[in-house]
Structures are given as C-alpha cells and as structure tokens.
C-alpha cells in the first residue's frame, strides 16, 4: 500500500527540486541567473523551465509598449496624412509583433498541461475529516499551484496582445487601403499647364541635392569597391554574375534535347522546354544580380541605406526582366518546332525586340518604385518621372496588337491570293477583343497623364504589365500540366501503360490524367486572383497574404467558412469516401461474406446499411469542413418539418419503410414476390424504392412503402434455401400413381438436382376437373434455382411423352 506514495512522493521531488521554484530565494535566484552560473554552482540544471525563463516580465513588458507604440504613430500618422511608406512600415512591426505573442504561445502551452499533470498525480487535498497528508506533499501542490497561477497569468497577457495586435494590423491595413484609393483618383496639375512646371521649377534645386547625394553615395561606394585588394573581390563578384548569366544563355539548347529526349514528340515538348528555361532565367537573374551587390556592398562602408533599399527594389524585378526575356527567345525561336505558338518567321523576327523593351522597363520601375517611396524627392519630381515612365511604356501596349494586326493582314492578303474566293480564316474574336483592349488602355493612361491623373496612370501600366506577364506564366504552367496529363499520364501513355501493368484500370487512369490537371488549373486561377488583388508592385509577401486569405478564409463564430481549402475539401471528401467505401463493400464481399452462413439478402442489406451510413458521414464532414454547425442548421430543420408536414411525407414515409425492410429483412434480395398482382424477383432494395425483375426482363420500381402498409406474397420464405417446385395439372382421366412415380424418378435422375435429397411428389389440390400434383427438389451446389427448374421441367415434360401422360402445365412449355 506505501508503494504508490512513495513512488509519487519520489517523482514530484525530482521534479520540483530540479525546477527553479518561483517562490522561494533559490528558485527565485535560479530564475535569474543564466544558464551557465546553473552549470558552474550546485544548483542541478533544470528537467522543464519555468514560465519566468520561457516569457518573462521584461518581454511581456515589451511586447505591450510595442503595441503602445504602433497604435500611436498609426495615430498620429493618421492625422498627420503622412506617405502610405510609414504605414507600410507600421504595418510589419504589427505583424511582428502578431507573430512573436503567436510563438510565445505556443511555446508556453504545453508546460501549462504538464503542471497539471503533476497535480493530477497528487490528487485532491485530504478533507476535513481525512487524516492529515504529509507537508512535504503540501508544500509541492502549492508550489504547482502557483506555478499553474503564473502560467495562466503570462497566458492572459499573451492572448489580450494578441487580439490587439491582430486589431492593429487590421486597422493598418484598411487604412493603407484607403490612402491608396485615395491616392490613385487624387489629380495633380497638369503637365500641359504652367503651373505644374513652375512648382517643378522651384523643387529642383533641392531635388537636385537629394540627386547629387545619392549620385556622391553611388561614387564613393564603387571607388571603395574598386580599390586595393577588394578590386580582385569586386571583379571575381562580377565574374561570377557574367557566368551565371552565361549559363542561363547556353542551357537553352541542353534543355530542349532533355526534354527531346524523355518527352513524346507533340506539343509537350516545346511547352515543358519553355517552362524549364524559364525557371532557369528567374534563377539565373536573381542569383546573378545578388551575387554582384553582395559583392559590392560586403563590407563597404560607402554603402548607406539608400543604395541599399534601391537594391532590394532592383533585386525584385530582376527576375521578371530575365524571365521576360526568356519568353521572348522560346515564343519568338528562330526555330519553328519550338514555338509554343503558331506564328509565322516575319511575325517572330518583327516582335523580337518588344521583349527586350519590357525587360528594361522591368527595370526601370524597380528603380521607380524607389524614387516613389524612398528617394525624398518633391511630389511633381516624383509625378513627373512616373508619367515619363507611362509615356514611354504604353506605346508597347499600342504597338505590339498594331503589328500584329499588320501581320495577319499581310498573310490574310496571300492567302486570299493563293486560295479561292470564300476560303479566308476570320481573326478569333478574342485577339480582337485583347488587341482592343490593350489599345483602349494605351490611349487611357496617355490621356490621364496629360490630364493630370499621373498616379492612375502608372498605377495601370505597372498593374497591366505585371498581369501580363503573370497571366503569360500561368498559362504555360496550365498548357504544361494539360499536355502532360494527355501525353504521360494517358492509359496509352508511356507512364499509363507502366500504372496499367501494375493492376490500375485504364479507365480510373484516364479520368486522373483529366482530373489532375483540372484540379491544378483550379490552383493556378488562384495565384492568378492573389496576383492581380496585390496591386502594382508584385511583393512576394502581399501575394503570399492573398492567397493565405484566400484559401484560409475568414473566420466567424457566427457564419460558415467558406473559403477555397474548404471548397476543395469538400470536392475532395466525396471522392475519396467513394473509392474508401467501395473497397470496404469489396472487402465485405470477397473476405468476409464467404467465411459466413449469411444469405444474399442479409449480405445485401448489411452493404446497404453501410453505404447509407458511410455517406452520412461525409455529409457531416463536408458540412464541418464549411463550419456549419447545429445551431446554423436551425433555420433547415424547420424548413424540413414544415416541408415534411405538407409535401414530403411520401418520400419519409418510403425512406423509413426502406430503413425497416433493411433491418427487418421480411424482403431481401433474391426472393421470388408477388405484389400488387406482379410476381417477380427482388434485384436491389434502396432507401427509397426496391427494383424487382419481372418475367420478360423489364423492371418494376415499387416505393418501399408498400412493402409495408400492403400485402406482399414471398414464395421464398415458404421454401428451404435451394428448393424448386413443379406445378403439374394432371385429368382426373390420368394415372396419379404412374405420374407421381415418373415425377420422382426423372427428378431423382436429372443433372442439376442435389442427389443426396430426394424429391417428393404431393397431390395439392384437385379443381376444375383436374387433379395439381407438386414435385418439389434441391438444385445441386452452384446452379441456380432457375436453371434447375427449367430443366427439371424439360425432363418431366418428355418423361410425360414418352409415358403418354396427359398433362397441362400452368407454365408454357412447349415440346422440342
């Protein structure tokens, strides 16, 4: 009996003595010093930290004048109307802050289960009746008692700043959206005007120094790279850049025998080429550009934090300008089996030099964006290089549907040349409609700029051209997965044969290579919206948010989470119950059913018990995965009774009546029924009707109801497993004894009658001037009933020939 106390008594004294106590001087010290002072005294080092080492004082502390502050400067920022750039700014220390309570949370809510843990092994406290416990025993339940204390306090804080801080950067947020809103529709004057110039004219000698600065900024940095020992740095940097660059050029034509080499020739090939030297250009360019500023900026005190932001704003679009130029090489070869699109060699050669005009207008607006944000410039010097920048980009927009309209006019006129009169190929109507399009929007950002609205303007160029390009991208990743799914993936691919041996059917296998694809064009048009809902500027993190908004959806204890994770969950949930149960059901029939003495129609219903119930289940995931709940789902029930109390009472009624015959079982499958006048055999019982097979193979659908509230006549019942009977009207005229004798042998003697029973043979009735004689027999093990009786009754009838028995059967049964 002092087993167990003892063994507890030993565990919590470890325990506690090995963990600084917070109440004591030694606990208290041990909290304070480090790690290393634990190691070098007496103190043994701690099993588990205390909640003081995991979130102290000083961080929660922290944490809250964080909070303070960002709540105001967001104030006074929005009063003040400050540049949207300290708001962005405001915007990630919130988010930091979000994250870090989140981290600390996690962090701190396990220790909390293991403390009461601990007290759970101690049990209550002894009553006042209860002989005294033992103090050491005591003093540890207080001990975890304000430990647990301290934890659930620290846990308060940490959730009370976390509501804030996701109020803040909700706040944050709208307000960055209206400042933007408000900024885009804001008009400046005019470039046209005279006052716009002479505001321009009175901010440039300070634009000029701010100029001038950054200018001094950029010499002092090369002249500290170019110098002494870190010239070889500098030049080795740049080398390594121009190698990589080098490599992204010459991997074109390694890429395209690859893929010669492991794809099936078609339209695959010059997809997936273009794809893979596209991933390699966004590598190449992004490594390459690091490489170089690291190099320059490593160690060099010249480097100041403009040179440095309008790195990190070049560095994004350096990408995009190598993989614009990339699709400008694989759209526009030289080479026409590896163009994605048909197009003719004058078309290609005339459009070869628009890719490298977007490319440095790529990177131009990295270096825009810094002037935008952070060069310090006046308004109208900022107003006036972006309109520059409009001007000068829309002409793309204007000028690439021109030629191709020029183009396809030109070989429109040889073609009419070369063909007869009528045979001429219209344009689609959605190159019409695109190259209009982007006609409309190059004269609109002209037009806005000219008009004053410069910051529409740009903002609609750099969201065309980052829409453009993203869209181009898209589309090749979804043309990829399509031509894969149908040149690989088929039944008759390469790789569908290989999945065709290994035991899949060719059929599930087709519907994949459809579906696959499907489901990753779904994905694809989802990154499309994030793309075009972050704005302009195409900041990774912002994209990243949207699609985390996206898919995750917003949450509410009142409302359903419809998001799309939720949506394809829901897609998802369905066909994997369908392939889950069917191997169950498959299991049940070729396992489990043959070790049974269960007859068919108990096995039918007992698959039918679990299909229903198995879907049931579905159902309530799909409607978990949405978050609807009970209490949502209040409103639908009332609507269900009163649907049920005035025009749903049949279908209940069959659906009740279904659940019975499948519990009940007085009809299962395979019986031999008469209802209704109509004899005929049970195929499939359902919750809402059962099928039953008629003599001239239609079927008649009879609602279960009627299984129950009428009569129903069950010729199996009356009959063992196997049995048959013949029916035989015989003349009173006739020999009873003889035929009873000829039924009895030719049963005993036919092929497919069980011989170890033996038939019998009974007089059933007589009416009618004629006497019904009843053979009844087992069918042999394997052989159906039918099959038996249809032979049996052949058997009889020449029998009855040869013995010149006169004879009528209920049956029509004609003599060969």
């Known amino acids: 009996m002092l087993r167990m106390p003892v063994r507890v008594l030993f565990l919590l004294s470890l325990f506690l003595f090995s963990i600084p106590s917070l109440s004591g001087p030694a606990g208290a010290q041990s909290a304070e010093q480090p790690a290393a002072a634990l190691t070098a005294g007496n103190v043994p080092s701690p099993l588990i930290m205390s909640a003081q080492d995991i979130v102290s004082d000083k961080t929660l502390d922290e944490i809250g004048a964080e909070i303070r502050s960002i709540y105001t400067s967001g104030v006074t920022e929005q009063h003040a109307g400050h540049s949207a750039l300290d708001l962005s ?14 981290r600390l949370m996690a962090r701190i809510r396990p220790y909390q ?8 092994i101690l049990g209550k406290p ?19 008692n304000r430990r647990q204390k301290d934890i659930s306090a620290r846990m308060t804080r940490l959730k009370l700043y976390q509501v804030e801080a996701q109020q803040l950067v909700n706040e944050l947020r709208q307000h960055d959206s209206a400042i933007q809103q408000a900024t885009l529709w804001q008009q400046m004057p005019s470039p046209l005007g005279v006052n716009f110039w002479s505001q321009f004219i009175q901010s440039a000698p300070q634009d000029g120094r701010r100029l001038n600065a950054l200018g001094a900024e950029t010499l002092a940095m090369l002249a500290t790279a170019l110098t002494g020992k870190r010239f070889f740095i500098t030049l ?5 850049s121009l190698l990589l660059l080098a490599g992204w050029l010459y991997a074109r034509k390694p890429i395209r025998l690859l893929t010669t080499r492991f794809l099936p020739q078609g339209r695959v090939r010059p997809i997936a080429a273009t794809v893979l030297c596209g991933v390699v250009s966004v590598l190449a360019c992004a490594i390459s550009f690091q490489v170089f500023w690291n190099t320059l900026a490593f160690d060099n005190p010249a480097v100041g934090d ?3 932001q309008l790195a990190s704003m070049v560095a994004t679009q350096a990408p995009l300008c190598g993989l614009v130029l990339e699709l400008g090489f694989c759209f526009l070869s030289s080479k026409a089996d590896w163009r994605v699109f048909a197009m003719s060699d004058d078309l290609a050669r005339s459009l070869r030099l628009f890719p490298a005009w977007l490319a440095i207008a790529m990177i131009v607006r990295g270096m825009l964006r810094y002037v935008d944000t952070q060069s310090g410039l006046s308004l109208l010097s900022v107003q006036l290089v972006d309109g520059l920048y409009t001007l000068t980009v829309s002409p793309l927009l204007f000028a690439i549907p021109r030629k191709l309209r020029l183009t396809a006019a030109q070989d429109q006129d040889a073609d009419t040349a070369a063909e007869p009169a009528g045979t001429t190929e219209q344009t689609p109507p959605l190159a019409q409609f695109l190259r209009s399009m982007a006609m409309g929007i190059s004269i609109i950002c002209w037009i806005a700029v000219l008009t004053g609205y410069i910051p529409l303007a740009y903002t609609l160029i750099s969201w065309v051209s980052v829409m453009a390009l993203s869209m181009t991208t898209l589309l090749l990743l979804s043309m990829l997965t399509t031509a894969l799914g149908g040149a690989l993936f088929a039944s008759r691919a390469p790789l569908g044969r290989h999945l065709v041996e290994l035991g899949l059917p060719p059929r599930l296998i087709n519907q994949a290579s459809i579906l696959v694809p499907g489901l990753i064009n779904v994905l694809l048009l989802a990154v499309a919206y994030a793309v075009a809902s972050s704005g302009a500027n195409f900041d990774p993190p912002q994209i990243w948010q949207q699609l985390y908004s996206l898919f995750h959806g917003t949450e509410d204890s009142n409302t359903s989470s419809v998001s799309l994770d939720a949506i394809l969950l829901c897609i998802a949930l369905p066909l994997v119950g369908y392939q889950a149960i069917k191997i169950v059901k498959s299991w049940f029939q070729q396992r489990f059913f043959p070790a049974t003495n269960l007859d068919i129609g108990a096995q039918a219903s007992i698959l039918s018990i679990l299909g229903y119930a198995a879907w049931i289940l579905i159902g309530l995931a799909m409607f978990a995965a949405l978050g609807v709940t009970v209490k949502s789902m209040t409103w639908v029930v009332s609507a269900l009774s009163v649907g049920i109390g005035f025009g749903l009472q049949s279908i209940v009624q069959n659906f009740v009546s279904g659940i019975i015959l499948m519990a009940e079982r007085p009809v299962s499958v395979g019986d031999v029924v008469t209802i209704a006048g109509v004899t005929g055999k049970v195929e499939r019982i359902s919750v809402r009707s059962t099928d039953i097979r008629l003599d001239d193979k239609s079927t008649m659908i009879v609602p279960n109801s009627q299984f129950i509230t009428s009569a129903v006549k069950n010729a199996t019942r009356a009959q063992k497993p196997g049995v048959f009977t013949v029916e035989l009207d015989l003349p009173f005229a006739s020999d009873l004894n003889k035929a009873s004798a000829v039924v009895i042998a030719t049963l005993s003697a036919c092929a497919d009658t069980d011989p170890d029973s033996a038939p019998t043979v009974s007089m059933t009735s007589v009416a009618d001037g004629s006497a ?8 042999r093990d394997g052989v159906e009933i039918k099959t038996a009786r249809s032979s049996a009754l052949f058997a009889i009838w020449q029998a009855f020939q040869e013995n010149e028995i006169p004879v009528t059967f209920r049956q029509t049964v004609r003599a060969p």
């Open 772 to 779: 019904v004689l009843t053979g009844s027999a087992k069918a």
């Open 89 to 102: 700014a405001l915007l990630q220390r919130a988010t930091a802050v979000s994250t870090r309570t989140d």
């Open 126 to 144: 002894p009553a006042k009746d209860d002989p005294p416990e033992a103090s050491s025993l005591t003093e540890q339940r207080e001990s975890l």
């Open 236 to 240: 080795a940097g740049l080398s390594a």
């Open 113 to 120: 289960d293991v403390y009461q843990n601990f007290v759970d």
């Open 306 to 308: 403009d040179l440095d």
